[in-house]
């Protein structure tokens, strides 16, 4: 028999506020929700900025705050938040046992120094010997740790005590699903109790829009709802944003007296090359796969869906046709109010899935092209889908606990 | 029909059925043990790039893959893709371009490279202030599609997936120098859960540029012994002064041991344990009393079900690094007590160089031919050593030994270690 995975802690930080209650009141209370968007540090592309953190409360040492860049503090913040949501703040014996198992992108550059070298290298008698003599005076140590994507789970160990194992998978959008699909296969085989996962993401910063930028991939101009976007040329915008969870098998959760949100049905994902049409066959075959034992209850989807034209004009002729046969109750995509989040966005997903699930209630919807359609019912599954910008398609169910 | 093999906690037995590697010393396994069993040092000085201005001038890097791209994706690509098929060829498993499982991949960090840049900026128009805003003002218009993917952190998987045709999304997987030892955990767990009969595990890493042996130095983590290239990777020594940074793949394909037996595979060895423990302590240290490490090696011994005697050679982590060294011979005997005076350990990293993210791969990979040629590779460069380790680190020469159970450790900056129990096949 299969364990059962509890999801018992929710942190999430983002353009809407820190903490579950702050994104329950902007995305499900508000009559009409609205996102935080900056349309002016980087122009011409819009992103979702993070909100400002009291970075103290979670990383009281300042000491361990200068050895980080912006992302590694906002995950270690968010980690802080799901663990001490979960009730594991000091627990030391717990906590030397949860697995850390983090998504993350690529660290923070130094701009400035970049900037500095790019401008002198132009007028450099030897420019490859030029850059490697400033790299040597102008790159700060602390910044290579802040580069390396597995320092954000060596920060989370150092500063909140998680020491049971620690791993970080890369891959843009997916590795988020495959971070939770992991956690989700180890604590339903046995193959440990207890795990912190999630991901942080900082939008904004330039050597990240760089990156996207050179692929096309980003929305110019003021964000319109993600749905509408693949008629107008597909685009992503980027938003900040720090997702972590605790995830525990149910014995676990019981035997230290917790209760969850939610509990995770099932995890997948897959990978297709993004020929036409493929897109829709996976989450297709995905939806079909989680929702087979109980096909005639509507499931309401949380959709991570980016705006880039195919793959989201596919995810929304897909779940279109799931509303109408009446196997999706209602559609939210997050991207509309938090932007995209990349690893980040499948555990923020989940851990917004999982608070609508223990609220009863599902969020607003919050698009004006009028596909997120009002929902009064409340939830008992909500799927969460994330396909990447370039690759990978993933779904999530998670499920109320009576 | 006989009961199906399960290990001491009823799982599935996990099997390696292929391997392939490439590093400095040559492409392929049977190079590779040639130059590492012969002593060889596949370690020399740079000429990738200029190495003016640089505190370290050597490594162990791979230059005879050729690439069309000579950024760290594409070569990390073309060598773990070298390793994968030799390993996929000698498991004889699947058919080409369809591999019958999921694909585990550890690969470093990478990012877009100084070249790259450097265009973007001087195609851009100079009344943009900002310089980070003159590239994205380049690159929407240039819209480059491989620069595009070939900077993405899924791109070395993605490519390894779609050209072996492995299942699902592919895993890619960083622990820092850990990384390759996580990816071959991931498949054990995969095959013992019964999610797959099989999986592929890579560990590929050719990052070595002028900025990331510049990092490396601001940490102090690097050998500046650049006189005698060969000479500067001392694990074990009294003068070792730091890691030769290096690059390389391996592949390993791991069964389960009963499909693969079923198969007809020629089985290699067997995965009897893997452990990890993280290190809370500081970002580049282990704790000082060793107990992260120590767990570490303890939680593989225990998932082993072993009892520590069994272990008769010990591939090392062995950086070379005053402090790793220290630790890890702590460690050890703080495990297998007094004992581990008579165990011989080597380090092949004095001979390959600190392969990074490929090197619990690697090194896997010649744990496994250490049990199959009966010869453990020796610790070269052991000119002076340190008294304070009082181990057999197997000095200068190959010897021959009938090793059946192998402990193969990996300890990676941010906390991150993993070790694997690497076991002779059971019939």
Known sequence: MAREAWITGIGITSSLGEGVEAHWSAMAEAAQPRPNVDLLSAAPFAFHPMVPLDLDKQIPRRADQRQMEFWQRLGTYTAGLALADAGLVGDLDRLGQTHIVVAAGAGERDTAADGEILEGLGAAAAPDNFLNERLGSDLRPTLFLAQLPNLLAGNISIVHKVTGSSRTFLGEEISGVSAVEVVWRRIRAGQGDIFLVGGASVAGRKDMILQRAIGGTLWSGAPISVWERPDKGGGTVLGSLGAFLVIESRDHAESRGRRPYARIGSVVSDQSRRRPGEVAKNLAHQFDDMTAEAKDQPVAVLSGTTGMSDATQEERDLLAALVKEGRVSAVRASANMIGSGIEATFPGLIGLGALALSKRKFFMPADESGFEQSLSAAPERIAATTCGIWRGEGMGLIEAVD | ?427
């Open chain 2, 1 to 427: 029909m006989s009961r199906p093999l399960q290990d001491h906690r009823e799982r599935p037995v996990v099997a390696i059925t292929g391997i392939g590697v490439v590093t400095s010393l040559g492409q392929g396994l049977d190079d590779n043990w040639a130059a590492l069993t012969a002593g060889h040092s596949g370690i020399h000085r740079i000429n990738r790039f200029p190495i003016d201005h640089l505190r370290t001038t050597i490594a162990g890097t791979v230059d005879f893959i050729p690439t069309d791209a000579k950024t760290a994706p594409a070569l990390t690509l073309a060598t773990g893709e070298q390793a994968t098929q030799e390993a996929i060829t000698m498991a004889g498993i699947g058919s080409p371009g369809d591999f019958p499982g999921p694909l585990f991949t550890a690969i470093p960090p990478v990012e877009m490279e100084w070249p790259r840049r450097r265009k973007l900026f001087d195609a851009a128009d100079p009344s943009i202030n900002d310089a980070y805003g003159r590239m994205i003002d380049v690159a929407c218009r240039i819209n480059d599609d491989f620069e595009y993917r070939s900077t993405l952190y899924g791109f070395v998987a993605e490519s390894l997936a779609d050209g072996f045709g492995t299942k699902g999304a592919p895993i890619s997987v960083t622990t820092a120098c850990a990384s390759g030892a996580t990816a071959i955990h991931l498949g054990v767990e995969a095959i013992r859960r019964g999610d797959s009969d099989a999986a592929l595990c890579v560990g590929a890493d050719c990052s070595v540029t002028a900025e990331a042996l510049i990092r490396f130095s601001l940490l102090s983590a690097l050998s500046n012994s650049n006189e005698i290239p060969e000479q500067a990777s001392k694990p074990f020594s009294k003068n070792r002064d730091g890691f030769v940074i290096a690059e390389g793949a391996a592949a390993l394909v791991l069964e389960n041991y009963e499909t693969a037996r079923a198969r007809g595979a020629k089985i290699l060895a067997i995965v009897r344990g893997a452990g990890e423990k993280a290190d809370d302590f500081h970002r580049t240290r282990s704790k000082p009393d060793g107990s992260a490490v120590i767990g570490a090696i303890r939680n593989t011994i225990e998932d082993a079900g072993i009892e520590t005697g069994a272990i008769d050679y010990i591939n090392a982590h062995g950086t070379g690094t005053p402090e790793n060294d220290k630790m890890e011979a702590m460690s050890l005997e703080a495990v297998l007590g007094e004992e581990v005076k008579s165990v011989p350990i080597s380090s092949n990293k004095s001979m390959i160089g600190h392969t990074l993210t490929a090197a619990g791969a690697i090194e896997a990979v010649f744990s496994i031919q250490t049990i199959l040629s009966g010869r453990i590779p020796p610790t070269i460069n052991y000119q002076m050593p340190d008294p304070t380790i009082e181990l057999d680190v197997v000095p200068h020469d190959a010897r021959d030994a009938q090793t059946s159970m192998i402990l193969s450790n990996s300890f990676g900056f941010g906390g991150q270690n993993a070790c694997l129990v690497i076991a002779a096949e059971p019939a």
